[in-house]
């Protein structure tokens, strides 16, 4: 009998990796026309949506939920995890996340991480002194200040009052106030799920490379650039230290650099704490095929996205004879080398004819269950 395991991301705007995991068996079951096979699915996530869901699902645990303040003050309902092991699963995506804030309403300079704060500290209300944070997904460019508001920090003008929201508000800083600093932090071991490296100022920081798609223009990237240099200068002046080249400071607009700076945090590959709490690595070793997929297979894949991890675990199993992999993308902009360097074996555009972006969002699960069966199809005859 074979066994195929299912492993997808999240295919963002379309398709949850629950939802996208449905649509690969689908596809997959028309192909093997009656092939006795077992199905095993894994939902992935690398610390942005869909990031509770995985752990509860991988490592056991129930969901909570907690009325928080969305990126730009409007009430929220957050899901977090508690896990088997009493550890918290705190997602950034529920709380401040982009798919919170219509296109049309998105403010970069605004928008304020305060809700993931409040999910933290419902965390630390049920007792919890280990938190697990996926940052992926924000909407925010404030680097971190609203959820260490929401904390007890106190962030000061030159006239002793407090900040408003939002990373523009950064560059009027003068002074931080721990004094009410939630004393539990002390006590809290903090892991920061985080799928990319880039510093927190700079050509390559949180407001030049994701400022634009959280509403920013041109010159507000600029001057939110300059708010997030600032706050990192007063940070240094604060601890004795500089945190804004460390590798991730910049993720989710500067969460990595708070989180760091602030509570102590370790920051790590949200995928590899993903795989790890799923045992795939186990599941890998009675497996003929993985199916696997996110929504573009591009350059970012190369740098710790979900794909990476799959393939990564996939190639070391059955005393390194690996596990072949089939991924799926809403786009392919890997060549066949860069592929076969990560371990794949062929990955296939989503789209089957020339269609536009909306078509493809709308009929995501359609076109993931054809190109599953297409690709079977072709594994099938070789196998």
């Not at 449905?22 to 596809?27: D, H, I, P, T, Y």
């Not at 991480?113 to 049920?126: D, F, M, P, R």
């Not at 740098?303 to 004879?321: I, Y």
């Amino acid at each position: 009998m074979l066994h195929i395991i299912l492993a997808p991301d999240s295919f963002k705007g379309s398709l949850s990796a629950t939802q996208a995991c449905a649509a690969l068996e689908r596809g997959a079951r028309g192909a093997l026309n009656g092939i006795e096979c077992q199905f095993t699915a894994v939902p992935l996530a690398d610390g942005g949506e869909g990031t509770v869901d995985a752990l509860l699902r991988g490592a056991g645990g129930t969901s909570q939920t907690v009325r928080v303040r969305g990126p730009l003050r409007d009430e929220v309902e957050a899901q977090w995890g508690l896990l088997a092991g009493g550890q918290a699963v705190v997602e950034m995506a529920q709380a401040s996340g982009l798919t919170l804030v219509p296109p049309e309403h998105r403010s970069a300079g605004q928008a304020s991480s305060y809700g993931t704060g409040q999910v933290i500290q419902a965390a630390l209300e049920a007792g919890c002194r280990e938190l697990l944070i996926g940052i992926g997904g924000s909407a925010t460019t404030d680097g971190g200040a609203g959820a260490l508001q929401a904390l007890g920090v106190r962030f000061l003008d030159a006239n002793g009052r407090e900040l408003p929201p939002g990373g523009t508000a950064l560059n009027q800083l003068h002074r931080i106030d721990l004094t009410h600093l939630d004393p539990r932090l002390k006590d809290t071991k903090i892991t920061v799920l985080c799928d990319v490296t880039n510093p927190l100022c700079g050509p390559d920081g949180a407001a030049f490379i994701y400022g634009p798609q959280k509403g920013a223009s041109p010159r507000e990237v600029e001057a939110l650039d300059a708010a997030l240099s600032h706050f990192a200068d007063v940070v240094e002046a604060t601890f004795g230290k500089d945190f804004r080249d460390i590798p991730g400071a910049g993720a989710a607009g500067g969460m990595g650099f708070g989180l760091m700076a602030f509570l102590g945090a370790h920051l790590t590959p949200g995928i590899n704490a993903v795989l790890e709490a799923t045992r795939f690595a186990a599941k890998l070793e009675t497996a003929d095929l993985v199916l696997t997929g996110e929504g573009s297979i591009d350059a970012q894949t190369l740098s710790g996205k979900a794909l990476a991890g799959v393939a990564d675990a996939a190639r070391q199993v059955k005393d390194g004879a690996g596990v072949p992999i089939i991924a799926f993308g809403g786009a392919v902009r890997l060549t066949g080398t860069q592929l076969q360097d990560l371990g794949i074996m062929a990955a296939l555009p989503l789209p089957d004819a020339p269609l536009s972006l909306q078509e493809c969002v709308s009929r995501a699960d359609e076109l993931l269950s054809s190109a599953a069966e297409r690709a079977l199809r072709l594994w099938i005859a070789d196998f």
